[in-house]
């Protein structure tokens, strides 16, 4: 089932603030695609498993060995709304605006936020080929990852009523967010200031007659 | 600051007019009336937005819609000017306001 956009608007929060961990606490100022795959494929399975419905990615068994296209998607979005800069992700100055102004937030989900630093904390220092090594040796019913037929979910959104906790944001929160992550919004808005930035104005008799 | 209270002047960003042409009647007619509370006090009932949009007023339309703004006066005295930089700001008026974008929910 395809994502709501208010799942996919925390999705992008929560993929921001595990970039910006792995800058702030492991000092890892670019980090690979592939790593990120297999950081938000920990994180979600942690979150699930504790049945906390916070990040909705779909994760299938590939080469590398987890991958969410919807997580690809999210992550190209971002660097062309200049959130992030790439191919090896690195925070702009934008991305660090909204970490700062939604601190509260995270504050207000707390079991949320020690899971995902936890799996940052543990996997984000090892190097990208002995996680991707370590993950495809990852132990996944009766065998192991490697050993899935390419395509396999591993890990998919948690279903509402199977969630013991939800992530928790205001309608306010969720609604300045949202028009901070939105595509449309963020390219409507930087038009209009480039606008006002060359003296390109009009007058009340102008647009109203 | 409100300074010029009942007496705010709105300007607009062309992509704004151009938005305009693109909205129901309905929703015209409430861009008018918001419009017209706003140059009469700007700061009620009108928030800062978030993140990277931290210098620039949201004000509610209805459920959904929202329109971004900014007090030129607002601007100054807390030094968004170096954020918002219109190339005019020595030439505006203090009792200007900025209509800049129409945020629409379906945008969002």
Known sequence: MARTIREKVINRLLTLYVIDRCRSKHGIDHISETKMHKLMFYSEKKLNECRCKSLNYLFVKLLYPTYSAELRKDLNELVELNFLEGPFFCERR???MILEDFQEVFANNPETMELINAEVDEHAPIETEALVQQTKNMKWRNGIIEDLKNGTPLVYPLKPMRARCHFNIGEEDYEDLAICLSPEVSKGMAQAFSELRRGQRLTN????? | ??????????SYAPTFDQQMSTISDDLKQQVRNKIENLTNDPFHNTKFMKGQHRYRRKARLNDSD???FVICEECRELGHVQYNRCSDCATTPENTIVIAYLILGHDY
């Open chain 2, 66 to 68: 929202r329109l971004a």
């Open chain 1, 205 to 209: 008799a102008q647009v109203f007659g």
């Open chain 1, 94 to 96: 934008k991305t660090q």
């Open chain 2, 1 to 10: 600051m409100r300074k010029f209270l009942g007496n705010y002047v709105p």
